[in-house]
């Protein structure tokens, strides 16, 4: 069974910038796409930013672009989330997962998924 493990949450000043990691066991047929989603206290699930397994194609949540950027690392079944300019909205817990495709992971339909690390934004 395929494990995601996020790290790299925290606390974190307004302005300021984190890098989560998700580091996946191993990759099966369907895992095409790795996402990072997010949910904020008393809020509904967000779609943030997803990547193709290769690499080649990024997408990104619209309040997110600009801010965040999504990356692999090539030698390993490594993903991660450059956060920049945090605001205190961006507080929330933020999950990997993985899908069959871009699309799919940006409606949260997903195959698996981590459990997610906390991220708080706060003076």
């Known amino acids: 069974q395929v494990h995601l493990v996020e790290s790299g949450g925290g606390l974190v000043q307004p302005g300021g910038s984190l890098r989560l990691t998700c580091a996946a066991s191993?990759?099966?047929?369907?895992?095409?796409?790795v996402g990072w989603l997010r949910q904020a206290p008393g809020k509904g699930r967000e779609y943030v930013a997803g990547?193709?397994?290769?690499?080649?194609?990024?997408d990104y949540g619209d309040s997110m672009k600009g801010r965040f950027t999504i990356s692999r690392d090539n030698t390993k079944n490594t993903f991660y989330l450059q956060m920049n300019s945090l605001q205190p909205e961006d507080t929330a817990v933020y999950y990997c997962a993985t899908g069959r495709n871009l699309a799919t992971i940006r409606r949260g339909l997903v195959d698996v998924w981590g459990k997610g690390t906390l991220v708080t934004v706060s003076i």
């Open positions: 990547i193709t397994w290769t690499g080649l194609t990024t």
């Open positions: 191993e990759r099966t047929f369907t895992m095409n796409a």
